[in-house]
């Protein structure tokens, strides 16, 4: 049982993995003894929580802008020539938009579907030849894309593009768990509910207590939480589940 969940060795890229729930799941690899690249736009910001996370393991900034498709093949690349065998892909990096409906932007949607979206798929499909190197049938490689609950169900603000590229991204885990399974890859998506977060720092401002008071266990989401459910996904324990989309949320979206 000591082994069943540990992930020890492993080598990770988390995409936006500077702050919020990438963050989280960064620091929870570090912490377990995983080898650890963080990715984000601002070089100074990932140059700082590399440093951090590496006073208790191992961590690497490689800064990319995963809003472009050219340096979404340039950090594979990168990735593929310091890691040929990549066990862990995170595609966490996102954004979020909101607007009334009436004045809800067309160019907003091109930024939100493609950072939400399609910068995981081009990720991923680059990254495939890493992945099927370091996955055996016992252990698979593992790709984890973090969904939404407000892609499981309609959130209350009015963020069109997000819950919309959100439901797009569970999709899209069930897509790729099935082309990928036979090359000893599993694909699944966590699907967040409130966590601290830049994203939903006014949100939980506003209302915060309401959204706890929402949840069956009477809270938002910690870090902990996060890293827990990434951990299990990533270890042999996670090793027999593919295509799944897994709600984090204190039961929020499948209660009522």
Excluded at 185 to 206: C, H, Q, W, Y
Aim: net charge negative.
């Amino acid at each position: 049982m000591s082994d069943l969940f540990d992930i020890a060795g492993k080598s990770a890229l988390v995409t936006g993995g500077t702050r919020g729930i990438g963050l989280m799941i960064a620091r929870g690899y570090v912490d377990a003894g995983a080898k650890v690249y963080v990715s984000s736009r601002k070089p100074e910001v990932g140059d700082e929580v590399a440093a951090e996370l590496s006073k208790i393991g191992t961590c690497v900034s490689l800064p990319a802008d995963l809003s472009r498709d050219e340096e979404c093949d340039r950090l594979a690349a990168e990735i593929s020539e310091r890691e040929p065998q990549l066990d862990i892909l995170v595609n966490n990096a996102g954004a979020t938009w909101g607007a009334p409906l009436a004045e809800y932007p067309a160019d907003a949607w091109d930024k939100v579907l493609t950072l939400n979206t399609k910068a995981p798929f081009l990720l991923t499909r680059a990254l495939v030849p890493a992945l099927a190197a370091a996955g055996t049938a016992d252990d698979p490689a593992r790709v984890i894309n973090i969904g939404s609950i407000d892609g499981i169900q309609v959130p209350l603000m009015e963020t069109y593009a997000y819950s919309t590229s959100k439901a797009a991204i569970h999709q899209l885990t069930r897509h790729l768990a099935r082309q990928l399974g036979s090359r000893n890859i599993t694909v699944n998506a966590v699907a967040p509910g409130p966590f601290e977060s830049k994203m939903m720092a006014a949100t939980l401002r506003d209302f915060g207590d309401s959204i706890a008071r929402s949840s069956p266990l009477g809270r938002i989401g910690r870090p902990d939480d996060m890293a827990g459910i990434a951990i299990f996904l990533a270890s042999r324990a996670g090793a027999y589940i593919t295509g799944a989309v897994i709600p984090v949320d204190g039961g929020i979206a499948t209660t009522k």
